[in-house]
T-cell receptor, first 111, second 115 residues
Framework: AQKVTQAQTEISVVEKEDVTLDCVYETRDTTYYLFWYKQPPSGELVFLIRRNSFDEQNEISGRYSWNFQKSTSSFNFTITASQVVDSAVYFC????????FGAGTRLTVKP | TAGITQAPTSQILAAGRSMTLRCTQDMRHNAMYWYRQDLGLGLRLIHYSNTAGTTGKGEVPDGYSVSRANTDDFPLTLASAVPSQTSVYFC??????????????FGPGTRLTVL
């Protein structure tokens, strides 16, 4: 069975701190995709990144970076120098035949 | 470009009544999806459609039905609503080009309360 675990329910940091959101997944398939989505207080879901199971290269996009490690079945997300606008719920998701989301991590960045 | 529209924005429904949540996309995506979002559970897939004319069951399909008569529309029907179906419902679509699982684009959601 597929499963995504985001163990951190809520995280609170002060602006400019770095923060890492953890994501651990379970699947028996060798081909799959991993995603991160952001849900700001306005409620919409915003796509952040997609990674396939054959590409373990880490990715950096501005203040965002992702660390994909198949050996530990993890796909962690780091925000460097956090800002108030980063406050949102962040979801990790796993896709092969269907799509499974984690329960989400609510990040609050305080000024 | 509108992307994905959902209607209604919110609805209060009496238990036992039926309701159809509407979803329309203008991106000509082949695949469409319905999710429900509940606190502490994230998003759970209800039904999906990989292309017009086909549908499939997701993680929590019971009590819901869908149809996909054309590429743009993917309505979700609750035949006889129950209070446990109180949730926020999101419709999504994705391109299937290249055979890959591409990112899904989400609608604004419908907040449904069943009393």
């Amino acid at each position: 069975a597929q499963k995504v675990t985001q163990a951190q329910t809520e995280i609170s940091v002060v602006e400019k701190e770095d923060v890492t959101l953890d994501c651990v997944y379970e699947t028996r398939d060798t081909t799959y995709y991993l995603f991160w989505y952001k849900q700001p207080p306005s409620g919409e879901l915003v796509f952040l990144i997609r990674r396939n199971s054959f590409d373990e290269q880490n990715e950096i996009s501005g203040r965002y970076s992702w660390n994909f490690q198949k050996s530990t079945s993890s796909f962690n997300f780091t925000i460097t120098a956090s800002q108030v606008v980063d406050s949102a719920v962040y979801f990790c998701a796993l896709r092969n035949n269907d799509m499974r989301f984690g329960a989400g991590t609510r990040l609050t960045v305080k000024p | 470009t509108a992307g994905i529209t959902q209607a209604p924005t919110s609805q209060i429904l009496a238990a036992g009544r039926s309701m159809t949540l509407r979803c329309t996309q203008d991106m000509r995506h082949n695949a469409m999806y319905w999710y429900r979002q509940d606190l502490g559970l994230g998003l759970r897939l209800i039904h999906y459609s990989n292309t017009a004319g086909t549908t499939g069951k997701g993680e929590v399909p019971d009590g819901y039905s869908v149809s996909r008569a054309n590429t743009d529309d993917f309505p979700l029907t609750l035949a006889s609503a129950v209070p446990s179906q109180t949730s926020v419902y999101f419709c999504a679509s994705s391109s299937t080009s290249g055979g890959a699982y591409n990112e899904q684009f989400f609608g604004p959601g419908t907040r449904l309360t069943v009393l």
